[in-house]
């Protein structure tokens, strides 16, 4: 079984300065890790993933995240952060192996930008 | 590319009815659909996965007679809410998964529809 944490709730941050949001798993299997980012009243974007090779991902918009095997961490980062990030996000995780990436989540982390 | 899309987006329906919802991608073949129940303020859980051609598999817990799924096509899949009953309303989000490798592993998901059951 697989299990995702993500150790804050809520996140508030004053426009412009750094945030990262927390994500650690467990899982007995190699895994592919994912960000997603859920505006209000609207579905998943993919922010980000980890498949293989580089442990350290980055997306179009300035977030980046980094796995890292040893601590199973993939905490999520960004340098700068406007008041558009303001979302829910969400940590995710699949097996690697096999036909049926099934995704098991955390509980989200709401992130909100002020001014 | 990758985008997947849900209709209704919002749907209000009175008990006992049932309630109808598509999810359907529309620039990919998806050879597997997922459907998510989302609760305010709560993680998704998923309800079901989705094969095209063959019977969806069920999370524990959740009814399959309820919670009817068919996936038609490479493009469809459909959730019926069947005798809706208020505890029945919540925020439902499909997904899709292309077909081919290397994208297989990655799962898109629709926008979502909110249903209101009086």
């Known amino acids: 079984a697989q299990s995702v944490t993500q150790l804050d709730s809520q996140v508030p941050v004053f426009e412009e300065a750094p945030v990262e949001l927390r994500c650690n798993y467990s899982?007995?299997?190699?895994?592919?890790l994912f960000w997603y980012v859920q505006y209000p009243n609207q579905g998943l974007q993919l922010l980000l993933k980890y498949l293989s090779g580089s442990t350290l991902v980055e997306s179009i918009n300035g977030f980046e995240a980094e796995f890292n095997k040893s601590q199973t961490s993939f905490h999520l980062r960004k340098p700068s952060v406007h008041i558009s990030d303001t979302a829910e996000y969400f940590c995710a995780v699949s097996n690697s192996g096999g036909s049926n990436y099934k995704l098991t989540f955390g509980k989200g982390t709401l992130l909100t930008v002020n001014p | 590319g990758a985008v997947v899309s849900q209709h209704p987006s919002r749907v209000i329906c009175k008990s006992g009815t049932s309630v109808k919802i598509e999810c359907r991608s529309l620039?990919?073949?998806?050879?597997?659909m997922f459907w998510y129940r989302q609760f305010p303020k709560k993680s998704l859980m998923l309800m079901a996965t989705?094969?095209?051609?063959?019977?969806?598999?069920?999370e524990q817990g959740v009814e399959k007679d309820k919670f009817l799924i068919n996936h038609a096509s490479l493009t469809l899949s459909t959730l019926t809410v069947t005798s809706a009953h208020p505890e029945d309303s919540s925020f439902y989000i499909c997904s899709a998964s292309r077909l081919s490798i290397p994208f297989s592993n990655t799962q898109y998901f629709g926008p979502g529809t909110r249903l209101t059951v009086l």
């Open positions: 620039d990919f073949q998806a050879t597997t």
């Open positions: 989705s094969n095209e051609g063959s019977k969806a598999t069920y």
């Open positions: 899982s007995s299997v190699s895994v592919y």
